[in-house]
């Protein structure tokens, strides 16, 4: 069964940095785009980022362009997350994404609270 599993969130003073990871199993990775995603509290999940099968095409939501980078592994199975200049407004539960044949695949995700 597909399973993913982030880690790496934690508690950070504005301007630092993250790198948040994903471990993909039961299914081919390289075969799918991978997605991050984030939920504040009170508010509605939103996308984040998304890297394509190879990794050679990539795409952010406005907010996080220069600030964020998603990368992969695909001999590992990981997508990551490198975040950097945090801002008290990335603070969420991050999730990992995968679809596939109209289904919807998420991990438990990985909380990140940027905070002095």
């Known amino acids: 069964q597909v399973q993913l599993v982030e880690s790496g969130g934690g508690l950070v003073q504005p301007g630092g940095s993250l790198r948040l990871s994903c471990a993909a199993s039961g299914f081919t990775f390289s075969n799918y785009f991978m997605n991050w995603y984030r939920q504040a509290p009170g508010k509605e999940r939103e996308w984040v980022a998304r890297i394509s099968y190879t990794g050679g095409n990539t795409a952010y939501t406005d907010s996080v362009k220069g600030r964020f980078t998603i990368s992969r592994d695909n001999t590992k199975n990981t997508v990551s997350l490198q975040m950097n200049t945090l801002k008290p407004e990335d603070t969420a539960r991050y999730y990992c994404?995968?679809?596939?044949?109209?289904?919807?695949?998420w991990g438990r995700g990985t909380q990140v609270t940027v905070s002095s």
């Open positions: 994404h995968v679809g596939m044949a109209l289904i919807d695949y």
